[in-house]
């Protein structure tokens, strides 16, 4: 969740007090946004079509005639995936039985693979009895309220290494079971072992974050509808067919039925996409509506459009990437395919993988053998071969490791992977070069030292610096100044500077260090993210979107961000008319229009996403900008029946209350809720800022305290409690905080400009003094500093 970005005025223009009370303590409804806003990865800008030169007739123009006008095609509709089957056998052969076909089945004696014999299973505290009845599988288990109740199981995910079940809770709401069956080792087990999920818990099953309607189904069907009504509340989903077949990937076939019976013109035969087309692009974005990490901005897609225009994947973010790009959390493969060599060379998916079989398309090494071999030469259609090296890859010379053994296929190397879901093993798709050396240097994970460990590891080092003691010093690496960037070190400014100004750096890098350049304040940065505006990937585009609005004011930026109201991919489109939200009620002249239509666009996207909380958020966020202040309340209190425990909207409904003179109201909501869920960081926060706006500081503290020790990696936590403790005449133990919060963060330019005022006052120049020049190593340029 991003937090609130405030401007930060010179040191020398108000205290660090002044400035916390103005910025942070009348917390606005406005202070916390929900990531279901826009980022764009569309890589084609559409042009107006030049207009014919105007001429002078020599006599009056004749009545213009009436021209025909051929009617517009009917969009194409899905059709029953049987018939696929007459012209397509070697495709269907290869689909019948993979992964693909058997994504989502009816729950049968045929499909399910669990033990149902009256089995119990202990995990978190509760129990869980599995059984059957006749044709039926049922499961005994605690729900919402934490009672044990019967469950019917509706539905089947997968079949291997596990399988999950839905359940039916009424309402048309399918919920994964937290409980899957292993099916390699024939045994249950808990997907968050040791992790305390019980019914209390967002991750338990009965939650929204478990709600399989929004959170799944629509990969393991095709032509999948959500179709929520907010009204009743419920779903009514609907899907063509279940498994991901023909139309999930080709889109709907009445056009393409059509075209074989008459062979005519149609582009595409009658599909709106080709797959085989010679932009990878193309496929790529195609199996990254459901092989990415990313969040939706509607109900289903639209074939043809670009991925961004419907989905919004994510950057490379600490939570989710290590600093080298490897997959942290389940992140699936786009997001590291998009930074690899093999992406950016023209690889696609297909290349690897047969996409009917989902099997890889040569045992053994064979698949990288195809463009890494002694010929130096690839043998795949549409893929650059520039810089190939003829050398035998699959020698011990180069695999360092026995034909055979383990080291010795390409994955083992360069695709690391990690198990999820208890034990479902991805591979990396980043295809980076293991380099222990590296790795112990930046913390980050490394093939070697994952086999290597301990004293293996040290040995392995040693042997790996040797292999490569005649290796050219190469420019300054994307992961080592990424290590910069992020821990606050001597160069951080220029690392990023420099980064940023690279021709080859892939667009979800570039994109990610975006997001960083607001640590880095300073004229070159502002004409960075300026120049990025216009970047051809929309991914980029819209991350420089988010940093030049933490740069500028509205009124500054409003110039740079008005052209991109009308750009291509909408979700770089509503990215700019939120960011140009507070100035756009005042007119934007000629961009007016297009802002109108962007922000109405922003509006459907959380309605079409009603069923979620933070939508509801959003659009209440929306809403009170926009002078609605009577849709606001219902709105939040909506997001809380559709998710009682997502306190962002409980935050802001307390807020909502105060600012309309209900704070009985307000602190009464919120001390339930606290008596409820005491170690809810953001709900101590929220009270103590809630008793310092009552003028009650001494009261504010302890749960201020509590805020930050339950959160200590939160800057706001840490930095509001230090602010507080100076203000109630702790100057010591604010400089403690502070210098804590810097140890965890050293590039929080707020605690470092707070602290350095702090220990001025107190009469600390020489620690002041330290403090300023490692700011200076760190950003020369920052505003601040002048």
């Given at each position: 969740m991003p937090t609130h970005k405030n401007k930060v005025p010179a040191p020398n223009t108000d205290s660090a007090p002044s400035r916390i009370a103005r910025y942070l303590f009348p917390v606005t409804i406005g202070i916390l946004l929900v990531a279901v806003l826009g980022?764009?990865?569309f890589l084609f800008s559409s042009q107006p079509a030049p207009m014919a030169p105007a001429s002078t007739p020599a006599a009056a123009p004749a009545k213009p005639q009436p021209v025909a006008q051929a009617p517009a095609p009917a969009p194409a509709t899905m059709v029953d995936e049987q018939q696929c089957q007459g012209c397509h056998s070697e495709q269907v052969k290869d689909w019948q039985g993979s992964h693909h076909q058997l994504a989502m089945q009816p729950a049968t004696a045929e499909t399910m693979l669990g033990d149902f014999n009256n089995v119990t299973f202990k995990a978190e505290n509760e129990t869980t009895r599995f059984s059957r009845n006749k044709h039926e599988f049922w499961v005994n288990t605690p729900g919402i309220d934490g009672k044990n109740a019967d469950f019917k199981v509706a539905y089947t995910f997968g079949i291997a290494p596990l399988q999950q079940y839905l359940i039916e809770v009424g309402e048309g709401r399918l919920q994964a079971l937290g409980v899957a069956w292993d099916s390699e080792k024939h045994r249950w087990f808990h997907l968050y072992p040791g992790q305390g999920?019980?019914?209390?818990?967002?991750?338990?099953?009965s939650k929204p974050s478990q709600n399989a309607n929004f959170m799944c189904v629509e990969c393991h069907t095709t032509g999948y509808k959500r179709n929520f009504d907010p009204v009743k509340n419920t779903f009514d989903s609907h899907w063509n067919s279940l498994g991901v077949g023909c139309q999930a990937c080709h889109g709907p076939a009445s056009s393409h039925l059509a075209w074989t019976a008459s062979k005519?013109?149609?582009?595409?035969?009658?599909?709106?996409?080709?797959?085989k087309d010679k932009d990878a692009t193309v496929e790529i974005e195609t199996c990254a509506r459901c092989h990415a990490r990313r969040a939706p901005l509607g109900d289903g897609f639209t074939v043809g459009k670009r991925l961004m225009d419907d989905y919004l994947p994510s950057t490379l973010t600490r939570e989710l990437y290590a600093?080298?790009?490897?997959?942290?959390?389940?992140?699936?493969?786009?997001?590291?395919?998009a930074q690899s060599k093999m992406f950016d060379k023209g690889v696609r998916c297909s290349n690897c993988h047969n996409p009917h079989s989902t099997q890889l398309k040569a045992p053994g090494n064979g698949v990288c053998l195809q463009c890494h071999n002694s010929a130096g030469n690839t043998s795949v259609a549409g893929v650059d071969g520039k810089g190939l090296q003829a050398k035998n890859y699959d020698s011990i010379d180069h695999t360092r490791h026995t034909v055979g053994q383990p080291g010795s296929q390409c994955v083992d190397c360069h695709m690391p992977g990690k198990f999820y879901m208890g034990n479902d093993f991805r591979h990396d798709h980043s295809f980076s070069i293991p380099d222990p050396v590296r790795a112990q240097k930046l913390g980050t994970p490394d093939a070697c030292l994952t086999c290597h460990q301990g004293k293996a590891g040290d040995k392995v080092t040693e042997q790996f610096k040797l292999w490569n003691s005649a290796t050219p010093i190469q420019a300054a690496r994307y992961d080592e100044s990424l290590w910069l960037i992020r821990n606050g070190r001597p160069g951080a400014a220029d690392a990023l500077y420099e980064q940023l100004q690279r021709s080859d750096l892939p667009a979800i890098q570039r994109a990610t260090l975006l997001a960083e350049l607001p640590l880095y304040p300073s004229e070159q940065a502002l004409k960075l993210a300026t120049r990025d505006l216009s970047d051809p990937a929309p991914q980029v585009r819209e991350s420089a979107v988010r940093a030049i609005s933490a740069f500028l004011p509205p009124a500054e930026r409003a110039p740079l961000l008005t052209p991109l109201?009308?750009?291509?991919?909408?979700?770089?489109?509503?990215?700019?008319?939120?960011?140009?939200?507070?100035?756009a009620r005042s007119g934007l002249g000629s961009a007016q229009a297009n802002w109108n239509a962007a922000i109405a666009e922003y509006e459907d996207v959380q309605?079409?996403?009603?069923?979620?909380?933070?939508?509801?958020?959003?659009?209440?966020?929306?809403?009170?900008?926009?002078?609605?202040?009577?849709d606001v309340e219902p709105?939040?209190?909506?997001?809380?029946?559709?998710?009682?425990?997502?306190?962002?909207?409980?935050?802001?409904?307390?807020?909502?209350?105060?600012?309309?003179?209900?704070?009985?109201?307000?602190?009464?909501?919120?001390?339930?809720?606290?008596?409820?869920?005491?170690?809810?960081?953001?709900?101590?926060?929220?009270?103590?800022?809630?008793?310092?706006?009552?003028?009650k500081t001494d009261q504010a503290m302890p749960a201020l305290r509590e805020a930050a020790r339950l959160e200590p990696q939160n800057a706001q936590y840490g930095y509001v409690l230090a602010v507080a403790l100076h203000d109630s005449g702790k100057a010591?133990?604010?400089?403690?905080?502070?210098?804590?919060?810097?140890?965890?963060?050293?590039?929080?330019?707020?605690?470092?400009?707070?602290?350095?005022?702090?220990?001025?006052?107190?009469?600390?120049?020489?620690?002041?003094?330290?403090?300023?020049?490692?700011?200076?190593?760190?950003?020369m340029g920052d505003p601040a500093l002048k």
């Amino acid at each position: 969740m991003p937090t609130h970005k405030n401007k930060v005025p010179a040191p020398n223009t108000d205290s660090a007090p002044s400035r916390i009370a103005r910025y942070l303590f009348p917390v606005t409804i406005g202070i916390l946004l929900v990531a279901v806003l826009g980022i764009g990865w569309f890589l084609f800008s559409s042009q107006p079509a030049p207009m014919a030169p105007a001429s002078t007739p020599a006599a009056a123009p004749a009545k213009p005639q009436p021209v025909a006008q051929a009617p517009a095609p009917a969009p194409a509709t899905m059709v029953d995936e049987q018939q696929c089957q007459g012209c397509h056998s070697e495709q269907v052969k290869d689909w019948q039985g993979s992964h693909h076909q058997l994504a989502m089945q009816p729950a049968t004696a045929e499909t399910m693979l669990g033990d149902f014999n009256n089995v119990t299973f202990k995990a978190e505290n509760e129990t869980t009895r599995f059984s059957r009845n006749k044709h039926e599988f049922w499961v005994n288990t605690p729900g919402i309220d934490g009672k044990n109740a019967d469950f019917k199981v509706a539905y089947t995910f997968g079949i291997a290494p596990l399988q999950q079940y839905l359940i039916e809770v009424g309402e048309g709401r399918l919920q994964a079971l937290g409980v899957a069956w292993d099916s390699e080792k024939h045994r249950w087990f808990h997907l968050y072992p040791g992790q305390g999920v019980n019914f209390k818990n967002p991750l338990h099953w009965s939650k929204p974050s478990q709600n399989a309607n929004f959170m799944c189904v629509e990969c393991h069907t095709t032509g999948y509808k959500r179709n929520f009504d907010p009204v009743k509340n419920t779903f009514d989903s609907h899907w063509n067919s279940l498994g991901v077949g023909c139309q999930a990937c080709h889109g709907p076939a009445s056009s393409h039925l059509a075209w074989t019976a008459s062979k005519g013109n149609l582009i595409h035969a009658g599909f709106a996409v080709d797959l085989k087309d010679k932009d990878a692009t193309v496929e790529i974005e195609t199996c990254a509506r459901c092989h990415a990490r990313r969040a939706p901005l509607g109900d289903g897609f639209t074939v043809g459009k670009r991925l961004m225009d419907d989905y919004l994947p994510s950057t490379l973010t600490r939570e989710l990437y290590a600093l080298d790009g490897k997959i942290k959390d389940e992140v699936f493969e786009h997001g590291s395919f998009a930074q690899s060599k093999m992406f950016d060379k023209g690889v696609r998916c297909s290349n690897c993988h047969n996409p009917h079989s989902t099997q890889l398309k040569a045992p053994g090494n064979g698949v990288c053998l195809q463009c890494h071999n002694s010929a130096g030469n690839t043998s795949v259609a549409g893929v650059d071969g520039k810089g190939l090296q003829a050398k035998n890859y699959d020698s011990i010379d180069h695999t360092r490791h026995t034909v055979g053994q383990p080291g010795s296929q390409c994955v083992d190397c360069h695709m690391p992977g990690k198990f999820y879901m208890g034990n479902d093993f991805r591979h990396d798709h980043s295809f980076s070069i293991p380099d222990p050396v590296r790795a112990q240097k930046l913390g980050t994970p490394d093939a070697c030292l994952t086999c290597h460990q301990g004293k293996a590891g040290d040995k392995v080092t040693e042997q790996f610096k040797l292999w490569n003691s005649a290796t050219p010093i190469q420019a300054a690496r994307y992961d080592e100044s990424l290590w910069l960037i992020r821990n606050g070190r001597p160069g951080a400014a220029d690392a990023l500077y420099e980064q940023l100004q690279r021709s080859d750096l892939p667009a979800i890098q570039r994109a990610t260090l975006l997001a960083e350049l607001p640590l880095y304040p300073s004229e070159q940065a502002l004409k960075l993210a300026t120049r990025d505006l216009s970047d051809p990937a929309p991914q980029v585009r819209e991350s420089a979107v988010r940093a030049i609005s933490a740069f500028l004011p509205p009124a500054e930026r409003a110039p740079l961000l008005t052209p991109l109201l009308g750009d291509p991919v909408k979700a770089v489109r509503i990215a700019a008319a939120r960011d140009l939200l507070s100035v756009a009620r005042s007119g934007l002249g000629s961009a007016q229009a297009n802002w109108n239509a962007a922000i109405a666009e922003y509006e459907d996207v959380q309605k079409n996403l009603a069923e979620r909380a933070e939508a509801n958020l959003n659009l209440a966020m929306l809403y009170q900008a926009s002078g609605r202040g009577g849709d606001v309340e219902p709105l939040l209190r909506t997001a809380l029946e559709r998710d009682p425990d997502f306190y962002p909207a409980l935050v802001t409904l307390v807020q909502w209350l105060e600012a309309g003179g209900r704070g009985q109201e307000a602190q009464a909501l919120l001390q339930q809720r606290l008596k409820e869920h005491p170690d809810a960081a953001l709900l101590q926060h929220t009270r103590g800022l809630a008793l310092i706006r009552g003028g009650k500081t001494d009261q504010a503290m302890p749960a201020l305290r509590e805020a930050a020790r339950l959160e200590p990696q939160n800057a706001q936590y840490g930095y509001v409690l230090a602010v507080a403790l100076h203000d109630s005449g702790k100057a010591d133990e604010a400089c403690q905080e502070l210098e804590r919060l810097l140890k965890e963060q050293p590039a929080n330019r707020n605690a470092r400009l707070a602290l350095i005022q702090y220990y001025l006052e107190s009469g600390q120049e020489p620690k002041a003094q330290v403090l300023l020049q490692g700011w200076k190593k760190m950003n020369m340029g920052d505003p601040a500093l002048k």
